[in-house]
């Protein structure tokens, strides 16, 4: 089968010839359907630049991004807001709900986006928020819920579209030790259960001990990965503290 996400040979450059800053320099991967994967390293390893670029918030110098079979590289911007509508979920640390709407409603306008038939919203709001247990808060707001509880709505907000690959960027990130083991609960549900293809970007290493396989990035290169197997979590953990001791990065909290 082929991968659902394939980058082959993505470089990523800024600035002008007197001053470039190679943030990517060469790195080629792919991810297979239904994969967790995270991807780990100090600041300034290129990580965040990397999800840029998979999402197409950022573009790339060199190389190609291949989602489903599609170039991602190669969209004109007219299109890029409807591929990303159409394929991309997003996590995100600060939440980015809209506080005057209802936590239905923030879910909701994902499908309006998306131009979802009225009858189909209600269900498909009460399926996705059955599934991450949110649906004794549907109709409070943001500012009456905990943390935790705003985290999982947006997860029910990027999976609600069924994308091809939902992008995590630092998603514990705003949340205390609690909120951040029941959320990444949730998402390693929606990737045993719902069959979602995830990709992580973390620096905590009790957050990566829940994905399935992980890369590490050093100075814009992929350094080495690893893959959870059938390690126990904390087993992997282990692995996961002894090669960001080789490349310095990371925060070890354990909850």
């Known amino acids: 089968m082929e991968p659902i996400l394939k980058?082959?040979?993505?470089?990523?450059?800024?600035?002008?010839?007197?001053?470039?800053?190679k943030a990517i320099k060469?790195?080629?991967?792919?991810?297979?359907?239904?994969?967790?994967?995270?991807?780990?390293?100090?600041?300034?390893?290129?990580?965040t630049t990397m999800l840029n670029c998979i999402s197409t918030i950022d573009t790339v110098s060199a190389g190609h991004i291949y989602l489903d079979g599609t170039d991602v590289t190669e969209i004109n911007e007219k299109q890029i807001a409807q591929f990303r509508r159409e394929n991309l979920g997003f996590v995100f640390q600060d939440f980015n709900l809209l506080d005057t709407l209802t936590i239905s409603e923030n879910i909701a306008l994902a499908l309006a986006i998306n131009k979802t038939p009225v009858k189909e919203v209600e269900p498909r709001i009460l399926d996705i928020a059955g599934k991450l247990n949110i649906c004794d808060i549907l109709d409070k707001y943001p500012y009456q819920v905990s943390g935790g509880q705003k985290q999982r709505c947006a997860c029910a907000r990027a999976m609600i579209n069924h994308?091809?690959?939902?992008?995590?960027?630092?998603p514990t990130?705003?949340?205390?030790?609690?909120?951040?083991?029941m959320l990444l609960s949730t998402i390693q549900s929606i990737n045993e259960q719902m069959g979602a293809t995830i990709l992580m970007v973390t620096h905590d290493t009790f957050t990566a001990s829940y994905a399935n396989r992980i890369?590490?990035?050093?100075?814009?290169?992929?350094?080495?990965?690893?893959?959870?197997g059938s390690d126990s979590r904390s087993a992997f953990f282990d692995k996961i503290l002894s090669v960001l001791t080789m490349i310095g990065g990371g925060q070890n909290h354990v909850y």
Do not use: C, W
């Open 26 to 47: 060469d790195i080629s991967f792919s991810v297979e359907t239904g994969e967790f994967l995270a991807i780990m390293g100090a600041s300034g390893s290129g990580k």
């Open 163 to 170: 994308p091809k690959l939902l992008l995590a960027d630092e």
């Open 173 to 181: 990130g705003a949340l205390d030790s609690h909120s951040s083991q």
């Open 215 to 228: 890369l590490f990035l050093q100075d814009g290169e992929l350094f080495t990965e690893l893959r959870k």
């Open 7 to 21: 980058l082959e040979h993505i470089q990523k450059y800024y600035g002008n010839e007197g001053n470039i800053t």
